[in-house]
């Protein structure tokens, strides 16, 4: 399989949106999730994070080209070579996880963005660096919003983490292998 971190592989059934001015180009491989719900959710993401973090909401224009949502082995991606950002289908639409969550999520990417845009591809050496990065703007959305006690939460115990554990090399074949596993789990597969 080819690394998923080179981008959207475009061969199942794809919708073109616009969500908040906002292109987002989703795939749902899955008939229980309803696609509305999934756009929904992402626009009241994005909503929070216009209202609570406005200047990083107009830095999203500058950063991702369009929004991905779809299948994959992680809450959030972002690609480089395209400037897409990834947002996971069923952490998408999942009401476990809150909408602060989710726009946390998008920030976290939006720093990678950035950080891309400003600096190119980094060395793995500085991943750990770039991670904590991301993290802390996690943290600082989180304490702005209303209901971030969760991101609060986690980018706190990931900046706590020593550096192979906040930035750690991820198998991106398995991670899909697992996500296939699920999927055939829940009779999708």
Same mark, same amino acid.
């Given at each position: 399989m080819e690394n998923p971190m080179d981008g959207p592989d475009g061969e199942e059934p794809t919708q073109e949106y616009e969500v908040r001015g906002f292109g987002v180009? *989703?795939?749902?491989t899955r008939p229980d999730i309803d696609s509305r719900d999934v756009l929904h959710r992402l626009a009241g993401a994005l909503d929070l994070i216009a209202r609570h973090a406005p200047r990083r909401f107009g830095r999203l224009r500058h950063d991702i080209q369009r929004f991905v949502v779809r299948r994959f082995p992680?809450? #959030?991606?972002?690609?480089p070579q395209t400037g897409e950002? *990834? +947002?996971? *289908?069923t952490f998408t639409v999942n009401p476990?996880?809150?909408l602060a969550e989710i726009a946390a999520s998008? +920030?976290?990417e939006a720093t990678h963005a950035r950080i891309a845009a400003r600096? #190119?591809?980094l060395p793995r050496s500085c991943r750990a660096r770039e991670e904590r990065l991301c993290r802390q703007a996690e943290l600082e959305f989180g304490l702005a919003v209303p209901e971030g006690a969760t991101? +609060?939460?986690r980018a706190r115990q990931a900046l706590a983490m020593a550096d192979r554990d906040v930035a750690p090399t991820v198998d991106w074949t398995e991670g899909a292998r697992r996500v296939a596993e699920v999927d055939a789990e829940d009779g999708l597969g």
């Open positions: 180009r *989703l795939t749902n992680c809450r #959030g991606a972002f690609f950002c *990834l +947002v996971e *289908l476990r996880h809150t998008i +920030v976290h600096f #190119g591809p991101v +609060v939460a």
